[in-house]
């Protein structure tokens, strides 16, 4: 998972139901980015907080390159099965090299599929994240979640 995905989901207040669904690992360098370097954040010291209880583990070392840059070299190792990002240039690279990938969005719709949230829940969680995510993400959101609840 990158900064991008962990941040928003923090905020949220998703990270904790799906850390209790899946392993969550971050690069080294998105735990600097989401935590060393944004010291006195809320958000930083609940993905602290994760670290420290286990819910989130660190994966790697730092290169100092950028989150998603880490997050590529070390699904390339095998260490992953796919990565969470949403930005989509990134995501556009991804799709070309037939790299899975899930989106903060895709996340929270995967909880609804596990009935781990109701629908009315996860259209509350994803119309949160709508000013930080692309409006293409937000729509298909919404509607494979209207999908489902027929």
Known sequence: MDSDVLIKLTK????E???SMLEIYIPMRVYEETVIES???LDAEKIQENIDAGNIHISGSS???KGEVDSLRLYRLGEFELIARDDRKFL????KYNIPYLTS???IVYLFHKKRLTGKDTIKYIDSLKAHISNDQYLTAISEVLRWER
């Not at 949220?12 to 990270?15: A, P, R, S, V, Y």
């Open 12 to 15: 949220i207040g998703l990270k």
């Open 105 to 107: 969005s895709s996340l």
């Open 63 to 65: 290169r100092q390159e």
């Open 92 to 95: 556009n690279y991804l799709e």
């Open 17 to 19: 139901i799906i850390a």
């Open 39 to 41: 010291k006195g954040y």
